[in-house]
């Protein structure tokens, strides 16, 4: 892989949010930065009386001529606050189909972007430019919310949340990599459903064990401590957290909140694997 950063810009102030982050991720890992800008050209609109044609070419000519601009002048700023090598590139044609397009020709080590995340579960946490992205490249994505990028860009923490399967685990390459670059420490983070069917608060009352959950979640936390005894050996702080609950989604929020770690790392189905994406607990 080679150690290129990608940045989808669109002259907002909410995706320039995410710069400083990942200049700071490019100075870490010895990274370029690559600053995309994508151009979705108006589809043609003819009306016969008076004989129009919408969008006028010349108008088309000079939001172009702007747009290319501002990438330039953007690429420009980043490089001499970053004295970093920064790449512009402008392509034309439907956003999210574009950075998609330009992660895998540059062979980008991640997409550092942000969403219009309103903090916690919401509807609109990912963006339909951002969704796409997340669903359909095999780059690595950070993803900020609006919020997130008001944090730190040197993270102390990373969440790490598994499930036992070897797709969740195939994100651990890519936490491996971030932590090193910034010393930061690791939680593993797995949720158990119990294997029952039944009233929860019965299942769960700690007088007694009638339904095996200790062996359960016991055998749960022996597999997550290997792979965290793995990752130690590797020279990273690591911890590792077993939890039983019927509800997977609410408890890992729950986590996330008291915990508050400053990236949470995830793999789910997709294209991709060691990347973030949407699927109903990672959603």
Same mark, same amino acid.
């Given at each position: ?83 970093? #090598? ?8 439907? &956003?999210?189909?574009?950075?998609? =397009? +330009? $992660?895998? !020709?540059?062979? *980008? ?20 430019? #951002? ?8 780059? &690595?994505?950070?993803?900020?919310? =609006? +919020? $997130?990028? !008001?944090?730190? *860009? ?32 690791v939680e593993l983070f797995r949720v158990v459903v119990p294997p029952w069917v039944g009233d929860s608060e019965v299942v769960l009352a700690p007088e007694i064990d009638r339904f095996g959950i200790d062996a359960f979640s016991d055998e749960a936390k022996h597999e997550l401590d290997a792979v965290a005894e793995d990752l130690r050996e590797k020279g990273l702080a690591v911890t590792a957290t077993v939890e039983v609950h019927n509800a997977v989604t609410r408890r890992i ?31």
């Amino acid at each position: 892989m080679s150690n290129n950063i990608l940045i989808p810009l669109d002259g907002s102030t909410l995706a320039d949010g995410a710069v400083p982050h990942a200049i700071e991720l490019a100075r870490r890992m010895g990274g370029t930065l690559r600053v995309v800008r994508v151009h979705a050209p108006m589809a043609p609109l003819a009306v016969e009386a008076p004989p129009l044609v919408f969008p006028d070419a010349r108008i088309e000519a000079e939001v172009l001529m702007t747009k290319r601009a501002w990438l330039e002048a953007k690429a420009k700023e980043i490089r001499a606050d970053s004295r970093l #090598t920064v790449h512009s590139e402008f392509r034309i044609g439907l &956003p999210g189909e574009q950075i998609v =397009a +330009a $992660a895998s !020709e540059c062979d *980008a080590k991640v997409i550092v972007c942000t969403t219009h995340g309103t903090g916690g579960w919401a509807p609109n946490w990912f963006g339909s430019v #951002t969704d796409y992205v997340i669903r359909h490249t095999l780059k &690595p994505v950070l993803a900020m919310s =609006a +919020a $997130a990028t !008001e944090r730190t *860009a040197n993270p102390s923490s990373i969440l790490v949340l598994l499930d036992g399967s070897e797709l969740s685990e195939s994100i651990l390459p890519d936490v491996t990599a971030f932590a090193k670059a910034f010393g930061a420490r690791v939680e593993l983070f797995r949720v158990v459903v119990p294997p029952w069917v039944g009233d929860s608060e019965v299942v769960l009352a700690p007088e007694i064990d009638r339904f095996g959950i200790d062996a359960f979640s016991d055998e749960a936390k022996h597999e997550l401590d290997a792979v965290a005894e793995d990752l130690r050996e590797k020279g990273l702080a690591v911890t590792a957290t077993v939890e039983v609950h019927n509800a997977v989604t609410r408890r890992i929020l729950e986590h996330i909140a008291s915990a508050n770690p400053d990236v949470v790392a995830l793999a789910t189905h997709g294209r991709g694997i060691a990347r973030l994406l949407v699927g109903s607990v990672a959603d």
